[in-house]
């Protein structure tokens, strides 16, 4: 099967922390219909099948640790409706559409906010949420840490007017009474993650796909740092995204990502994949 005839795409696994490849047929995901894409993955050492629910951008709207006896690690796939998937929402956490609302006056500017707020955080920027007695930031603050789960990131909550609190290099730091960032931290392209919030808006388990890509992006993170600092070599992306089990989609970030951390990617990537995609349309 060539890779026209497949789609793949890289998926968290919490049973083994690692990102796995899933190769989807491109048959099979025409007959979703709407649904969402069941597939059973065998993988690892030792071995174990995993049950992901992807969406129409293939991303993970569940899992499920398996019994189903696997023989061959072609994915089983199937389809399931929208309407089965089990609703996770923990209990006493606010949902993704009322943290938005604390983001930006409009959802567009909301959900760029917000991505952007993300981002920095995943950038290694510390991050402050400036609260008033109308605008409490510890429930948005606890939101925000859930979907990092057990990742180093830096984010406080701080009252109007503490700017003595603010350190960091470039912190991102945003006015949750006016809506709007005081500082922005560094500037980067937060496109992907926009689309990510809004496709959470759409399905219920709305933050286990945004916890699976943060998950993915910080695997990847520390093998590439590991490959950067093992000598001076230049690498092909489109290569270099296998190597580090990634999406070519986040490959920008993580390499703003090691950028920030003070090693040069410059002069070592070669950008097939963007010449690649310019040429195919
Ligand atoms: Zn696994």
Do not use: W
């Amino acid at each position: 099967m060539t890779s026209e005839q497949a789609k793949e795409v890289y998926v968290f696994c919490n049973v083994c922390k690692k990102n796995i490849l899933l190769s989807i047929p491109v048959s099979e995901v025409q007959k979703r219909k709407g649904g969402l894409l069941t597939v059973v993955s065998l993988h690892g050492d030792p071995k174990h099948s995993v049950l992901f629910y992807l969406d129409a951008e293939f991303r993970v709207r569940g899992t499920d640790a398996t019994t189903v006896f696997q023989k061959t690690e072609e994915p089983t796939i199937s389809t399931t409706p929208k309407s089965s998937l089990p609703i996770e929402q923990p209990k006493g956490v606010l949902r993704i559409d009322q943290i938005l609302d604390h983001f930006g006056k409009k959802s567009k500017s909301a959900t760029v906010n917000l991505s952007n707020f993300i981002t920095q955080m995943i950038l290694g920027n510390n991050a402050y949420l400036v609260e008033t007695d109308q605008s409490p930031g510890k429930p948005i603050a606890e939101f925000i840490s859930m979907l990092f789960d057990d990742q180093n990131v830096s984010l406080q909550t701080i009252k109007t007017g503490e700017n003595e609190k603010i350190t960091g290099l470039h912190p991102a730091v945003f006015d949750l009474e006016r809506k709007e960032f005081l500082t922005e931290g560094m500037n980067i392209k937060t496109h992907y993650f926009e689309q990510l919030l809004k496709g959470a808006l759409e399905t219920p388990n709305n933050i286990l796909s945004l916890q699976n890509e943060l998950s993915k992006i910080f695997y990847s993170y520390a093998i590439l740092r590991e490959i950067l600092n093992a000598d001076d070599a230049t690498h092909l992306d489109t290569k270099l995204a296998r190597d580090i089990a990634i999406d070519m989609a986040l490959i920008p970030i993580l390499l703003k990502m090691i950028e920030s951390e003070g090693i040069n990617t410059k002069d070592r990537i070669e950008f097939d994949g963007l010449g690649r995609a310019i040429r195919s349309i």
